[in-house]
């Protein structure tokens, strides 16, 4: 299965959760985003959709001067090199959405830049949903890291150099970014994702840590030649709080690469103020129809397509019969990837995505080589505090209408052995996982 996933400025959280099977590498690529938190939103002074915000004479001044003094008490806090300090404006969001937003920071004809946009919607009983609370939006990263097996590429925008290197571990070039980052939390800020890495990972990525077992020389040949690795540094994002209308526009300073904390206040709401005007310009961007329908069948010559032929598909089944028996793998998921030529932009199929199945994650990344289209239930993993939690989901049914009827559906569920045993080995397995990595477990 595929898997998007979420990391912050803060190496202490990560989240993760399915993307689809059509966005993987020859069926081997599974996704990452990241995903921060931070806390209450209270007590947050908000502006009015203009560039610069609106607020009168003395009280511009009193609320500049509480930005930058909160700034200088922020950076103060920053300990060593990496200090990162966020400056951002909340504006209402009655003129503007997410998807817009997406549109104004990535023109409908680009769909090779690095960008992301995140959403969530939860289902609720007799056919309601609830929009999650926040909708993340970010373009054009700082830094991208991009491996394809051991040879590893950093971008690095802000300076303009691009490094290659040969690597066991390309993970390692993020793990040592990340050690030098110094965060600091504003209590305004949104439990949300505010800005870090994005990007994703190819199932492939298990043999940097199985180098013995599945070494890269026994990979299946990529017929599209993907990134096993792509990673994106955000420090622009744009955070929506669907419940209170506002929208936090937040870039990250990183405060050690100015000569003082003055010039990087400075140069950090120059930057804020560009990003403002972005989803602010006059000449904003227009929606295609967004058609619902996609009546794909129409579009371009049809091409129904499988990575494999119904007979080598069954080999495969009788092959993997044969290693369970003989105790070689007690888990297995055969996968094949289909197309399907179609003039729909990959943005016009989530949109409409969004509409036929709304789901807790759903996600478009763009990045380099390929865009990433999910809509999914399910979490993977998140780590927030130290805490890890794997939440696997098996054994499903659809919800019933009522209050009655989804009752029912849930008993029928949670007493069919089949779909028990399904759940009970999946969370076997997330344990099993996580247990490598941390051995005081709970369920």
């Not at 996933?5 to 690529?29: D, K, N």
């Not at 040879?151 to 303009?160: F, G, L, P, R």
């Not at 999946?426 to 996982?433: K, T, Y």
């Amino acid at each position: 299965m595929e898997s998007l996933a979420a990391a912050t400025f803060s190496p202490s959280r990560l989240a993760a959760h399915p993307a689809p099977p059509a966005a993987a590498a020859a069926g081997r690529s599974r996704a990452v985003a990241a995903r921060g938190r931070r806390r209450s939103s209270s007590g947050l002074r908000c502006s009015s959709a203009s560039a610069t915000p609106v607020i009168n004479g003395s009280a511009a001044a009193k609320a500049e001067e509480e930005d930058r003094r909160r700034f200088f008490e922020a950076a103060a806090r920053g300990t060593g090199k990496g200090n990162l300090v966020p400056v951002w404006e909340c504006i209402v969001s009655d003129h503007l959405t997410p998807v817009l937003a997406y549109r104004c920071l990535v023109p409908e004809d680009d769909m090779d830049t690095p960008s992301f946009l995140f959403e969530s919607v939860e289902q609720g009983l007799e056919g309601t949903t609830n929009v999650g609370r926040y909708s993340m939006v970010g373009a054009h990263p700082v830094m991208e890291v991009v491996a394809k097996e051991n040879k590893v590429t950093i971008m690095d925008h802000e300076k303009a150099e691009v490094t290659e290197k040969i690597m066991d571990d390309p993970m390692q070039v993020p793990r040592s970014i990340m050690e030098g980052w110094h965060p600091q939390e504003i209590d305004q800020l949104p439990e949300a994702f505010s800005g870090g890495w994005v990007g994703f990972f190819s199932y492939d990525t298990v043999r940097y840590v199985e180098k013995k077992k599945i070494p890269f020389s026994g990979a299946p040949h990529d017929d599209r030649n993907l990134p096993d690795v792509h990673l994106g540094l955000y420090d622009d994002v744009l955070v929506f709080d669907n419940v209170e209308k506002k929208v936090y526009v937040i870039h990250w300073v990183s405060v050690d690469r100015h000569a003082s904390t003055e010039e990087a206040y400075k140069d950090g709401r120059s930057r804020l103020k560009r990003l403002l005007s972005k989803v602010h310009n006059a000449n904003v961007p227009k929606l295609s129809p967004g058609f619902v329908k996609l009546h794909t069948r129409q579009f371009g010559t049809p091409l129904n397509k499988s990575t494999m032929t119904s007979d080598e598909y069954k080999g495969a089944v009788m092959q993997a019969k044969e290693h369970i028996l003989a105790g070689n793998i007690f888990q297995i998921v055969l996968s094949q990837r289909f197309e399907r030529r179609t003039y729909a932009t990959p943005f016009e199929v989530y949109r409409a995505l969004r509409i036929v199945n709304p789901s807790p994650y759903m996600a478009y990344v763009q990045a380099r080589g390929c865009i990433l289209v999910a809509s999914s239930p399910e979490i993977l993993t998140k780590v927030e505090k130290g805490k890890v939690i794997n939440r696997p989901l098996a054994g499903t049914t659809r919800r019933g209408k009522t209050e009655h009827e989804d009752k029912l559906q849930e008993e029928q569920l949670l007493s069919d052995q089949k779909q028990c045993a399904e759940h009970i080995m999946l969370v076997d397995l997330g344990r099993n996982d996580v247990g490598k990595v941390y051995p005081n477990l709970g369920l």
